[in-house]
């Protein structure tokens, strides 16, 4: 699920109008070859995860100053669980709009609106101000997509060979989680070893994260939070940081840090509670193999949770996930007037712990667990689009570490940049 900032349907399709009667007016004024032109993503070894949000295709318009980009996912699902189906479902994921300026010499502007399902959740994943001092020191601020982990900023749809996102990502981490705040980011250089980091303060985590119909730990729950766009829910400011480190010749980890207090302590100078914490570590990592052109990426991710004493077993005080692709390309070729498309073969492990840690009375081992393997098939026209064809296959033990309840799925779809 996904909670964004208020946003009305109406104001949007009026913005969306403009935009587009504007750039229909120019085009036929001026013609369509001179006008627009593609300005294709940066994929240069100099690159990071942090680099995410602004290394993607755009469309400029001549003397236009926002350029506008974006990607689409559907696919079809057909799930089955002990036997049982509901039958094949079609499914409109998401449409992803881009919208980035160059306003002054440093000073660049860049959002990412959202529709998902349709229109049944709308919101700005990303609506920031960046402005450039130096390589290694940029200011940032306003809606900021925090960089826990490398999912969270690098989390296009075309850009993957799965049709679902990492379970770490979106049952353990809530995914492209953003909040307002400020901060700074920069990169240096040193022959093939690149230094990045990104430090920033903003609104956080409620508790949600413990109070929520999941009845469990669940830090996802902090996204049904609306309000952390406008004001904090307890005065207390979350700081995310991360530190990556890459060699253009082996790849690239990243270590960050996100933490801060959750709960409501304080209201009106009365004390309600003792200050809790929710403290997140992750380790992220790429790499290509020169000589196979063997693809690898996972994350993996670790959760201290300060849960009340009042609370029962069931919500974990500690949590861990972690999840690897491997993408293996076995054709590529001329196919008819695409130049390098290309077929792959990849492989996606996944596993996520909610409850870490064993029952007080018994010393037996708490559940809660999830683990699952998804073998594909995907075939690119360009690196700009992907189609893929997904089998998953899952098990998920409960609290009482009973026998899993196991699940397959059979995913096809596409996804696309425009």
Request: hydrophobic residues 40%; charged residues 20%.
């Amino acid at each position: 699920m996904k909670i964004f900032t208020s946003i009305s349907p109406r104001p949007i399709r009026v913005v969306s109008g403009l935009l587009f009667l504007f750039a229909s007016a120019s085009i036929q004024a001026q013609g369509l070859d001179t006008l627009i032109q593609r300005v294709s993503a940066d994929t240069s070894t100099s690159m990071l995860n942090m680099d995410a949000v602004y290394n993607r295709p755009f469309l400029t318009v001549e003397k236009m100053p926002v350029a506008l980009g974006g990607y689409l996912e559907a696919n079809t699902l057909y799930q089955s669980e002990a036997g049982v189906s509901e039958g094949l479902s079609f499914q409109a994921r998401r449409l992803t709009i881009f919208m980035s300026a160059s306003i002054n010499k440093r000073i660049k502007f860049l959002s990412e609106m959202e529709f998902e399902d349709g229109t049944k959740e709308i919101g700005i994943e990303f609506a920031a101000l960046d402005v450039s001092f130096h390589p290694a020191l940029n200011f940032r601020g306003g809606i900021i997509m925090n960089p826990i982990g490398a999912f969270n900023q690098n989390h296009d749809g075309p850009k993957w060979e799965f049709v679902e996102r990492p379970d770490v990502a979106v049952n353990l981490l809530p995914a492209t989680w953003s909040n307002a705040g400020f901060g700074v980011y920069g990169k240096t250089y040193k022959g093939d070893w690149i230094l990045g980091y990104e430090a920033y303060l903003t609104n956080g985590f409620n508790n949600n994260i413990i109070d929520n119909e999941a009845s469990k730990t669940f830090l996802p729950a902090a996204k049904e939070n609306e309000r952390r766009f406008e004001e904090s829910s307890n005065g207390q400011p979350l700081l995310t940081g991360k530190v990556s480190i890459k060699n253009r010749k082996i790849g690239e980890i990243g270590l960050s840090y996100m933490g801060g207090v959750y709960n409501k302590f304080e209201e009106d100078g009365l004390t309600l509670d003792e200050k809790r914490r929710v403290d997140v570590v992750a380790i992220d990592w790429n790499t290509t193999m020169q000589k196979t052109g063997t693809y690898i990426v996972g994350e993996l991710v670790y959760t201290w949770v300060d849960v009340p004493s009042t609370y029962t077993q069931q919500f974990g005080s500690k949590q861990k996930g972690v999840f690897i692709d491997v993408v293996q390309p076995i054709l590529k070729k001329s196919i008819f007037d695409w130049d390098n498309a290309t077929l792959n073969l990849a492989a996606r492990f996944d596993y996520v712990d909610w409850n870490l840690g064993t029952f007080k009375e018994t010393n037996a081992d708490i559940g809660d667990v999830l683990w699952a393997i998804t073998p594909a098939i995907s075939f690119r026209p360009s690196s700009q689009t992907v189609f893929r064809l997904n089998y998953r296959y899952q098990w998920q033990k409960d609290l009482l570490n009973n026998a899993p309840a196991k699940s397959a799925s059979w995913l096809f779809g596409f996804s696309s940049y425009f």
